[in-house]
T-cell receptor, first 111, second 112 residues
């Protein structure tokens, strides 16, 4: 069965304390892996797409990497405004165009 | 370029009433998706549509739920005879290709 698991469920960081979020997946064929950010009461905001193992994408303090089994979202020197829930989702070859989401990681960055 | 638009943002219905949720995709996007986020649960796919066609409805409950994306106008997700378990946030997403999906702000449905 196709599965996407994110860890940890919640993460409390001090401002400036770098950390990584994990998204592990077991799917029958990966077409793409996506990271989103979701603020309370809002819709998911697209961050990155990764297509193949070894690929990396960066945006400001965020960097996403992909291996054959998992993806990491690295947050470097986070600021309070980076507090949000980060969602990982996959497109699976046999599953058409529907995204399968992980449960998310709630990140709280304290000043 | 306006993003994905959804309305209403909040909707309150009594049990047994109908709920209609609307979604206008981003300009130039012809693919529309609906997802549901139940309290304390992750986002779950419901249905994928293109203009005048339902492409994949494998995530839709078998009864009371329907979706359309007419030639003109927004996509509509319709829930008939709502029950308390339908209370959730409903998100619409759109895409230009078969990869990046961009989400709207959601409609929060409360059934009383």
């Amino acid at each position: 069965e196709d599965q996407v698991t994110q860890s940890p469920e919640a993460l409390r960081l001090q401002e400036g304390e770098s950390s990584s979020l994990n998204c592990s997946y077991t799917v029958s064929g990966l077409r793409g892996l996506f990271w989103y950010r979701q603020d309370p009461g809002k819709g998911p905001e697209f961050l990155f797409t990764l297509y193949s193992a070894g690929e990396e994408k960066e945006k400001e303090r965020l960097k996403a990497t992909l291996t054959k089994k998992e993806s990491f979202l690295h947050i470097t020197a986070p600021k309070p405004e980076d507090s949000a829930t980060y969602l990982c989702a996959v497109l699976i070859k046999a599953a058409g165009n529907k995204l399968t989401f992980g449960g998310g990681t709630r990140v709280l960055v304290k000043p | 370029n306006a993003g994905v638009m959804q309305n209403p943002r909040h909707l309150v219905r009594r049990r047994g009433q109908e709920a209609r949720l609307r979604c206008s995709p981003m300009k130039g996007h012809s693919h529309v998706y609906w997802y549901r986020q139940l309290p304390e649960e992750g986002l779950k796919f419901m249905v994928y549509l293109q203009k005048e066609n339902i492409i994949d409805e494998s995530g839709m409950p078998k009864e009371r739920f329907s979706a359309e994306f007419p030639k003109e106008g927004p996509s509509i997700l319709r829930i008939q005879q709502v029950v308390r378990g339908d209370s959730a946030a409903y998100f619409c997403a759109s895409s230009q290709n078969h990869y990046e999906q961009y989400f709207g702000p959601g409609t929060r449905l409360t059934v009383t």
